[in-house]
């Protein structure tokens, strides 16, 4: 789960990570009166979108009077912001964040990630940091310090003395910068993070190392120990098809292609979107209903995939294990009777009670059209959307 930048800075706040002084607006009228509280000018307006790239796209800015504070919210607010992360179609920006001006002498990176192949948590900085950070670490990744941390151990001081060695911190920002990347991993552990990110780090004309920007990605498959963070998830972010889908427990995530796909087993899913590129065709959902699916499940799976006007065929691969053929079978046509199905429908079906799962598609009377195999599944839906 993401979240936006004012809400991970309000846990870095908890976590006695400096901040900005600032707060959040929905309207010009409340970012005057924030600006006001902040008790002088310049202050910066940023846009609460879930995308990086920001500042890149306009959606950060300086204001240096109340007048022009207002003028610059009413530029922001209702914009629909496009940024590298967001794609051509944008996002439409519905508040900011408005913070105290800094004297910046200094912008750093600084990440904490957790790495699969090490099994290791991984502390990631870089002098230079700010905007153009991805283009450091594709044509200088030399320049980008990793520390990699046993979890079982923890973070311990020499970690966090390799990362201010390597960041050329002064002496006098070495002891707050080693306390401040402590709590960093102290949140990163205690909230079951899967990124928590900082771009830029400032280092201050008075010497201060400060959280300019704020980023959180949380793994969604803790969040039942962390009823709290429920209250940051911002629907408006989020694809109206991936909301309706985590009602039932379905894992899906909307991509731009026009073949829908209901699969059951993550790996399984992968291999058949990888299938579908190579027939030629490009995939329009990934959709886990898992191992142990049932028939409604089924059912809501095919009507999300239906709810996607992109999508022109629909892929169901499906090995019958806890999840039988028949009861595929009949979430099928239950989902059929009650969407009306209008684009062709491949199936292939191998595993527990799959002659009894044919059986049921094929008196069924509906359109559909069966695969010998994977491949064969995949060249055949990829024809059906290229015609």
Partial sequence: MKIHEYQSK??????????????????????????????????????QIHAGGRGKGGGVKLAKSAEETKNVAQEIIGMNLVTHQTGAEGRLVKKILVEQGLNIEKELYLSIISDRVSAKIVVMASEAGGMDIEEVAAKTPQKIIKVFINPLLGIQAY??????????????????????LKNLY???????C???????????????????????????????????????????????????????????????GNVGNMVNGAGLAMATMDLIKLAGAEPANFLDVGGGASAEMVENGF?????????????????????????????????????????????????????????????????????????????????????
């Fill in 159 to 180: 970690h966090c003395r390799r990362v201010a060695f390597g960041l050329n911190l002064s002496p006098q920002l070495m002891k707050p910068f080693v306390a401040m």
């Fill in 10 to 47: 309000e846990l870095f706040k908890k976590y006695n990570i400096p901040i900005p002084e600032g707060g959040v607006a929905f309207s010009s009228d409340e970012a005057v009166t924030v600006a006001e509280k902040l008790g002088g000018y310049p202050v910066v307006l940023k846009a």
């Fill in 186 to 192: 102290q949140l990163f552990v205690e909230y079951d």
């Fill in 303 to 387: 009507r999300i995939i239906l709810g996607d006007e992109n999508v022109k065929a629909i892929l169901i691969n499906i090995f019958g294990g806890i999840l039988r053929c028949d009861v595929l079978a009949e979430g099928v046509i239950k989902a059929a009777q009650k969407t009306g199905i209008k684009v062709p429908v491949v199936v292939r079906m191998e595993g527990t009670n799959v002659e009894e799962g044919r059986n049921i598609l094929s008196k069924s009377g509906l359109n559909l059209i069966t695969a010998t195999d994977l491949k064969d599944a995949a060249k055949k839906v990829a024809k059906l959307v290229g015609e």
């Fill in 194 to 256: 899967s990124l928590v990110e900082i771009n830029p780090l400032v280092l201050t004309a008075e010497e201060t190392v400060i959280a300019l920007d704020a980023k959180i990605n949380f793994d969604d498959n803790a969040l039942f120990r962390h009823k709290d963070l429920l209250e940051y998830r911002d629907l408006d972010e989020e694809n109206p098809l991936e909301i309706e889908a985590s009602k039932f427990n379905l894992n899906y995530i909307n991509l731009d």
